[in-house]
């Protein structure tokens, strides 16, 4: 209980301190007085409406995660499903991942899903929702590529051919792999050996119910309709980020193409820091550059879109915890 509590916290350490490195290196040449007002003269009535187009993308993978779940024999009303991926969102915003395992804690409660279960249809979703990030990049290089592959040659390959040319880079590099496969091997798979030699019956029983969760993506009801849920989110998450261009004067002019970069490397930026918090800023305001946009509009954009998004989680999550035992106690 001890080892978990200690990786939470240097978790919560690791990536919270990348995200305000990140947003400490997004603010550190923009005046504060210029981001003022960029963020005063921006249309809020864009932002809210983005927002919208959002929470409809929350519930859209809420009818998702319930057509995963019902070839495994579970119900799940909708509006738990719902309340239990804002909760998720929610979570998420302190520690990395740990939404993933509240929204099944709920929906165990609740609507009597066992965890393991659960679990295994939420790893479906994150594969899924890998493939549509490879599809929205495939199609930024293809639609792109030559402001895309100019920032990657400039900002990305140069420095790092420059770097790979001093004698220190690769003694460095080998000594971090090392490092990293040795801490990966005692903290994780050692750890995981000794569960399973101290604990092989529940192991087993956890295994199942994950491998069912995984498999049930082979049985689904409606195949064309869990691909049309799937393509409505990540729709969704774009016209969210485009419709954001309109709150800013000029920039809705970029057209749906900038918006679709924009949105690519933005996502990036939400996987690698919790909640995105400074790397989502970054990544929208140095690609929005590749167009022409300027260093305090693009970040002011970035951080009122990221903080719309933080807000919209907060609130609705926090709402969904208050809500659900009402909701269910009505039911019973």
């Not at 393991?116 to 929205?136: H, K, M, N, P, Y």
């Amino acid at each position: 209980m001890a080892a978990n509590r200690l990786k939470s916290v240097l978790k919560i350490l690791l990536f919270g301190g990348l995200g305000i490195f990140l947003a400490w290196f997004s603010l550190r040449n923009v005046p504060f007085e210029e981001l003022k007002m960029h963020a005063a003269k921006a249309d809020y009535f864009y932002v809210v409406l983005a927002m919208l187009v959002g929470l409809l993308s929350h519930l859209l993978r809420a009818l998702r995660w319930n057509q995963l779940l019902q070839p495994l024999g579970y119900k799940v009303r909708t509006a738990n499903a719902f309340a239990a991926i804002l909760v998720g969102y929610l979570f998420n915003l302190v520690v990395p991942r740990s939404g993933e395992v509240a929204r099944c804690g709920i929906v165990q409660n609740y609507d009597k899903v066992p965890v393991q279960t659960s679990v295994g249809t939420v790893v479906v979703e994150r594969i899924i929702d890998l493939v549509f990030l490879a599809l929205a990049f495939a199609l930024t290089f293809v639609l792109e590529f030559d402001r895309i592959y100019g920032y990657a040659r400039t900002s990305i390959l140069a420095p790092v051919a420059d770097m790979a040319g001093r004698p220190w880079f690769w003694p460095v590099m080998i000594a971090v792999m090392l490092g990293g496969m040795a801490g990966f091997y005692f903290l994780f798979i050692r750890k995981k050996q000794k569960q399973a030699e101290e604990k092989s019956g529940g192991l087993r029983k956890f295994i199942d119910g994950f491998l069912d969760g995984l498999k049930s993506i082979r049985h689904l009801q409606r195949p064309f309709l869990f691909i049309a849920y799937s393509a409505g989110i990540w729709l969704c998450y774009y016209v969210m980020l485009y419709i954001g261009f309109f709150a800013f004067e000029g920039m809705g002019d970029l057209g749906p193409g900038a918006a679709l970069a924009v949105f690519s490397f933005g996502t990036i930026g939400m996987i690698v820091t919790p909640g995105g918090i400074g790397a989502y800023p970054v990544l929208l305001g140095e690609t929005l550059a590749q167009y022409g946009v300027n260093t305090a509009e693009g970040v002011s954009f970035g951080w009122i879109i990221w903080g719309a998004q933080t807000l919209l989680f907060i609130i609705t999550g926090t709402i969904s915890l208050v809500i659900l035992p009402i909701i269910n106690t009505r039911k019973s």
